[in-house]
C-alpha cells in the first residue's frame, strides 16, 4: 500500500467501527482523536500557520496501528468471502490442507490465488473497490506476482496486462526474510551478513574500549538477527560468519587488517558472566532455541500455519525413524524431539498418546519391556 496511514478515509473508519459493534460513545473518541487534530510546518526556520487534516491517521499515535489492521480487516474478509462464493479460486495445495489464500501485514500483502482469468479479474475487483471505499492505493510499481517455471508465457503476459504488476522471481524478500524454493543458498542470507558490516563500518573508527565492543556485539550485533533466526534454520556458514564478524570487532576492533592474538576462546567468550565468560551469545545457541520456540508455538497453539504443515507433511514424528519429508519439516522435527524428553504431559482432554507421550515417570510406555508368555 501506498502511503498506507496517510490515506485513511476517516468516513470508512468511522462505518468500519460501527460494523464492528464498538458503541456510540467509543465511536466518538476515536472520531474526536483522528479528526481534532492541527498541524504546522517549519519552513526555513519560520513555522506555518496551523491547519487541519482531512483524512489519515498520525504515524507514531499509539493508536493508529489498530486503526489500520480493523480497515485492513475489511480487505481480508473481501478476499475471503470472494473465495467462499466461488469469485476467486485459491492455490491449492494438497487435499485436506486449509486454505490460506492470503498474509497481511502492515502495508505488506503476499497472496496465494490461481492464476486463471477469473480469479485476476475478481481479485483486482477487490482491491479497487477496497481502494475506493478506505481511499488506499495500491503501490503498482513494488508490486510483483510470482509464477511456476513451467506456466506458458501468454498466461504470464495476461496477468501483467490484467494487474499491471511486474513479474517477480523467486526468492524475494518479505518482511525482512527470504521466500525460496528449494535447498537454503548461502546467498539468500547476504544481505544479513551485509548489515552486520554496515553496522559496524561506523563503529570501527571510534576510540571503543574493550567493555564497550562487548556491550556492542551483546545488544546491538546478537540482536539484528534475531527476526531471521525465528524463522529461518540458517544455515551454518552464515553463522560462522557472523562468529568471525563479532571475534574481529571484539578483539582487533575491525573487520579487515592485522589480526592480533586471540586471549580468549570463542567458546569461553560465550560463557556467562558468572561462569567467567563475556555474556556474549552464541548464534547457533540463539537459532537452536528460536526455533524449538516455533516447533512448541506450532505443537501446542492453534493455528492456520499449524494445521496447513500437518495435513501437508503427516503428524510429528515420535522416533528419529519416523523424520521425513522436505528440508524445513526434517528440521522441525528433528527439534521437537529434542525437546520431546524433558516435556511431562498432563492427563486430562484425551488428546495425547498413552504408548508414545511422556505422561507416567519419565519415559513412554512404549519403551517399557514387555514380557510375554508362550
Given at each position: ?10 468516513s470508512f473508519?468511522i462505518?468500519?467501527l ?25 519552513v ?6 496551523f491547519?487541519?487534516?482531512t483524512?489519515?491517521?498520525r504515524?507514531?499515535?499509539?493508536l ?18 470472494a ?7 485459491p ?14 501485514f ?9 492464476g486463471c482469468?477469473?480469479s ?5 475487483s ?15 510499481s513494488?508490486s ?17 496486462g ?6 517477480g522471481?523467486?526468492?524475494f ?11 537454503r ?13 554496515k ?26 538477527p ?9 544455515p ?6 557472523i562468529?568471525?564478524?563479532c571475534?574481529?570487532f ?18 569461553k ?9 563475556l555474556?556474549?551469545?552464541r548464534?547457533q545457541?540463539?537459532?537452536?532455541m528460536?526455533?524449538k ?28 525413524t ?13 527439534h ?10 498432563r492427563?486430562g482432554?484425551?488428546?495425547i ?7 507416567l ?14
Amino acid at each position: 500500500m501506498e502511503k498506507a496511514f496517510d490515506r485513511i478515509e476517516w468516513s470508512f473508519l468511522i462505518k468500519v467501527l460501527r460494523r464492528f459493534g464498538f458503541t456510540d460513545d467509543f465511536i466518538d473518541l476515536i472520531d474526536a482523536c483522528v479528526r481534532e487534530n492541527h498541524f504546522s510546518l517549519l519552513v526555513n526556520g519560520s513555522s506555518t500557520p496551523f491547519f487541519t487534516a482531512t483524512r489519515g491517521l498520525r504515524q507514531g499515535d499509539l493508536l493508529s496501528p489498530t486503526l489500520f489492521i480493523l480497515v485492513e480487516e475489511v480487505l481480508s474478509r473481501s478476499l475471503t468471502r470472494a473465495i467462499n462464493q466461488g469469485l476467486i479460486r485459491p492455490y491449492y495445495s494438497k487435499r485436506g490442507c486449509p486454505i490460506i489464500s492470503h498474509s497481511l501485514f502492515a502495508d505488506d500483502a503476499i497472496l496465494f490465488l490461481n492464476g486463471c482469468e477469473t480469479s485476476i479479474r475478481g481479485l483486482m475487483s477487490i482491491i479497487s473497490r477496497y481502494e475506493r471505499a478506505a481511499g488506499q492505493l495500491v503501490n503498482a510499481s513494488k508490486s510483483s506476482f510470482t509464477v511456476g517455471p513451467s506456466t506458458p508465457i501468454g498466461t504470464i503476459r495476461r496477468i501483467q496486462g490484467l494487474t499491471r504488476f511486474s513479474r517477480g522471481h523467486l526468492p524475494f524478500d518479505y518482511l525482512g526474510c527470504p521466500i525460496f524454493l528449494g535447498r537454503r543458498r548461502i546467498h539468500y542470507f547476504d544481505a544479513l551478513v551485509g548489515k552486520l558490516r554496515k553496522k559496524l563500518v561506523g563503529w570501527k573508527l571510534q576510540l571503543l574500549s574493550p567493555g564497550g565492543r562487548i556491550q556492542l556485539i551483546r545488544h546491538v550485533l546478537m540482536s539484528m538477527p534475531l527476526h531471521l533466526l525465528a524463522v529461518h534454520e540458517v544455515p551454518d556458514t552464515i553463522l560462522q560468519t557472523i562468529r568471525r564478524i563479532c571475534t574481529s570487532f571484539l578483539w582487533d576492533g575491525q573487520l579487515e587488517g592485522p589480526r592480533r592474538q586471540r586471549r580468549v576462546s570463542w567458546e569461553k567468550a560465550c560463557r556467562p558472566t558468572d561462569e567467567g565468560g563475556l555474556g556474549i551469545r552464541r548464534p547457533q545457541d540463539v537459532l537452536n532455541m528460536l526455533q524449538k520456540k516455533l516447533v512448541w508455538r506450532m505443537r501446542t497453539t492453534p493455528s492456520v500455519l499449524g494445521s496447513f504443515v500437518l495435513a501437508k507433511y503427516g503428524e510429528w514424528a515420535r522416533q528419529p525413524t519416523d523424520i521425513k519429508g522436505v528440508k524445513r519439516w526434517v528440521d522441525c522435527q528433528r527439534h521437537w524431539l529434542e525437546m520431546v524428553p524433558l516435556i511431562r504431559w498432563r492427563v486430562g482432554r484425551g488428546a495425547i498418546s498413552a504408548w508414545y507421550d511422556t505422561w507416567l515417570e519419565d519415559t513412554p510406555l512404549a519403551c517399557f519391556t514387555t514380557f510375554t508368555s508362550s
